[in-house]
Structures are given as C-alpha cells and as structure tokens.
C-alpha cells in the first residue's frame, strides 16, 4: 500500500514537472501535492485507526499500560486484543475521561474488519 502511494505521489510529481516550467510553480505545486497525498493517507483505516489509537489511547497508555502504547508497526498485531477489549469487553479506553466519538468507532472497527479479512 505505502508502495502504491509512493507511485502515485511519484507519477503526480513527473505529470506536473511536464506542465510546469520554472522552478517556482514546481515548488508551488509540490505544495499543493503534498497537501493531497496527506490528504488521501488520512483517508486510509491504517492512518485514521492510529491516530484513533494515538489520541485516545496512547495519551492514557504512555503513562499507565507503558507495554501497550500502539505504533503504526504494531498496531496490527493488537488488532485482536482491541477488538476484545474496545468492542466486547468495553473495558477500554478506561475511565469516563476518554470516549469513542460514534465516528471514532467506526472507523476503529472498519480497520479491525479490513485485518481480519486479510
Ligand atoms: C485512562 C487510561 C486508559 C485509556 C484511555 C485506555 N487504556 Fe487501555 N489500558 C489501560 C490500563 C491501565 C491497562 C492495563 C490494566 C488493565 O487491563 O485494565 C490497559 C490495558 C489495555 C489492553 C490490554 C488488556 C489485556 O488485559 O490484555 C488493551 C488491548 C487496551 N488497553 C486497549 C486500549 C485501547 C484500544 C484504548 C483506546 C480506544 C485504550 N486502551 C485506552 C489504560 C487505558
């Protein structure tokens, strides 16, 4: 996937160097590419489960669960225990200070669904 992206944010670059010719408009417009490739990973489960997970999980964990703070590299291999944890035990995220906006959970529960169909 991030392989995909980088083609894709390569191929944008090459068409807008043909269309484009002095150095300002190329910088310009690097600008605005990087403005749509954010963009589009924030679109991706991956990207938004982890910041979920960074925002209203970890700010917890960093101080409290200090083995359980989430990384986008092993966030998919806890994808189980959160599942557990978040959506059939509702124990998680603990306490009455930090909740799942009904968005948060989506989107936290559409990333657990793409991992297990993997
Ligand atoms: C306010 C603090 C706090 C927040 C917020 C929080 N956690 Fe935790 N979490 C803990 C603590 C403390 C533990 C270890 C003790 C326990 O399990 O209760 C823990 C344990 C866990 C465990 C392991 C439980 C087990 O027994 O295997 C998972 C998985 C987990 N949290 C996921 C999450 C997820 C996902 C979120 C966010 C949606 C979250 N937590 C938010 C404090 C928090």
């Known amino acids: 996937m991030i392989f995909l992206i980088k083609i ?10 043909d269309s484009m010719d002095t150095y300002e408009s ?3 417009n690097n600008k605005i590419n990087e403005r749509y490739a954010s963009g589009f990973l924030s679109q ?5 489960a982890f910041q979920i997970l960074d925002a209203k999980c970890n ?6 669960n200090k ?4 990384t986008k590299v092993n966030m998919n291999t ?3 225990d959160i599942y557990e944890q978040v959506y059939v035990r509702k124990r998680m995220p603990k306490g009455n ?3 799942l906006s009904s968005l948060e959970n989506q989107e936290l529960l ?3 669904s793409s991992i297990k169909n993997d």
Do not use: D
Request: glycine share 0%; charged share 25%.
């Open 59 to 64: 700010v917890c964990h960093r101080r409290k």
């Open 8 to 17: 894709l944010i390569l191929s944008i670059r090459i068409f807008s160097v």
């Open 67 to 70: 083995n359980r703070i989430f």
């Open 26 to 28: 190329l910088e310009a």
């Open 44 to 48: 991706y489960p991956p990207e938004k």
């Open 110 to 112: 559409s990333w657990i």
């Open 78 to 80: 806890w994808a189980n």
């Open 97 to 99: 200070k930090i909740r």
